[in-house]
Every structure is written in structure tokens, then in C-alpha cells.
T-cell receptor, first 113, second 109 residues
């Protein structure tokens, strides 16, 4: 089966600019996660979707971050405006009901300068 | 609060055995996961434990004691390609994944 697809792989922007990331999960996976991973740390959950509904967005900085999964398939994560501390790898993962684990995409490495 | 603890860094020799420990305190328990993450890459699944005991998968084994809130990942016959970070994660009562900071494993020839 095809894996989780993410784009872009790398992005460099200036602070206060906007950026968007895209994720296409494994076909049929209802659960989709967006994680932020800062160098040397474990993944931090930003938002979890079940189909097109939000399950958990308690750690999403909602003043600048937004995410949607309109048709319950692919998802976008947006940052507007970006801050220097947003520099991190943004990982998308999906989970199917018959799976015992989450599958990760390659991630998007964001550098804010 | 919820907490996952693992050593920050470990060093081992090629061909040897290494044990990476993980202790956890979470709101409920619905399984413990170990993932491997090479530098600049996404995490990849290694193992899943939901019952106490040892799960063996080739050179890698994972152990769980729910009463102690403890797990370890055992890597045998270490190879240079095993140099990576190893992440421990617990799924809590809300089926949320709580992640540790990861253990960076350095393999020396």
C-alpha cells in the first residue's frame, strides 16, 4: 500500500510570513495526526482528526495555526504568521482501524528566519 | 500529568547488545510502542506491547511491565545502521499517543 504523502519536504520562510503543509494519508485511514517535532525532542501532537472531525486540538496554537480535513481524506496545516520558534519538522501520521500502529509521512522541515 | 522518561543518549559497540529503558506515567494504558527514527527521517514502527511480557522480532525485542510502568527495547547483534533515535510512546485511555523525547543510540565500530 502507498504510504503517507507530505509536501513540501523543505520550506524556508521569513518570520511573519505564512506557510501551508499538505498531507495525504494512507487510503482508508480515518485517523490523521499532525505533529511538531523540534530537534532532539519527541513528536508533539498538534491536532488529531477522525475522518473530517477534530478529536483533539488542545495543543494547537490557535492564534497562528489552523488545520482542516474537509473531505476526511487529505489535510492541510497552516501557520500564519510564522515565528522563529516554529522552526521544526512537521509530521503527518495516519492510523487505520485494523492497524496496531501509526504510519508517518516523511515530514516537512520548516525553517523560519 | 502524563510523562514518558527515556535516557537521552546511549553508546554501544557494533555486535553487542543494548537495552533502552522507558518508564511512563499516563492516564490509562492502551498499549506501548517503540519507533526508530534516523536523522532527518520519519519515525518507523518497531514494536507494540499491550500485555506484560517479551515480544521478540528478529534482532529486536520489547518488554512490558504494566504494574511497574516500564518497558525496554533490546537490540542484539548491533549494526552500524542501528544508529538512530528510539522513541517510546504510550497510548492513553483516550487513545492519544504520548511520546517520549527519544534515546539517541550511537554505535561505535
Amino acid at each position: 500500500e502507498a504510504g503517507v504523502a507530505q509536501s513540501p519536504r523543505y520550506k524556508i520562510i521569513e518570520k511573519r510570513q505564512s506557510v501551508a503543509f499538505w498531507c495525504n494519508p494512507i487510503s482508508g485511514h480515518a485517523t490523521l495526526y499532525w505533529y511538531q517535532q523540534i530537534l532532539g525532542q519527541g513528536p508533539k501532537l498538534l491536532i488529531q482528526f477522525q475522518n473530517n472531525g477534530v478529536v483533539d486540538d488542545s495543543q494547537l496554537p490557535k492564534d497562528r495555526f489552523s488545520a482542516e480535513r474537509l473531505k476526511g481524506v487529505d489535510s492541510t496545516l497552516k501557520i500564519q504568521p510564522a515565528k522563529l520558534e516554529d522552526s521544526a519538522v512537521y509530521l503527518c501520521a495516519s492510523w487505520g482501524e485494523t492497524n496496531t500502529e501509526a504510519f508517518f509521512g516523511q515530514g516537512t522541515r520548516l525553517t523560519v528566519v | 500529568g502524563q510523562n514518558i522518561d527515556q535516557p537521552t543518549e546511549m553508546t554501544a559497540t557494533e555486535g553487542a547488545i543494548v537495552q533502552i529503558n522507558c518508564t511512563y506515567q499516563t492516564s490509562g494504558f492502551n498499549g506501548l510502542f517503540w519507533y526508530q527514527q534516523h536523522a532527518g527521517e520519519a519515525p518507523t514502527f518497531l514494536s507494540y506491547n499491550v500485555l506484560d511480557g517479551l515480544e521478540e522480532k528478529g534482532r529486536f525485542s520489547s518488554f512490558l511491565s504494566r504494574s511497574k510502568g516500564y518497558s525496554y527495547l533490546l537490540l542484539k547483534e548491533l549494526q552500524m545502521k542501528d544508529s538512530a533515535s528510539y522513541l517510546c510512546a504510550v497510548r492513553d485511555s483516550n487513545y492519544q499517543l504520548i511520546w517520549g523525547a527519544g534515546t539517541k543510540l550511537i554505535i561505535k565500530p
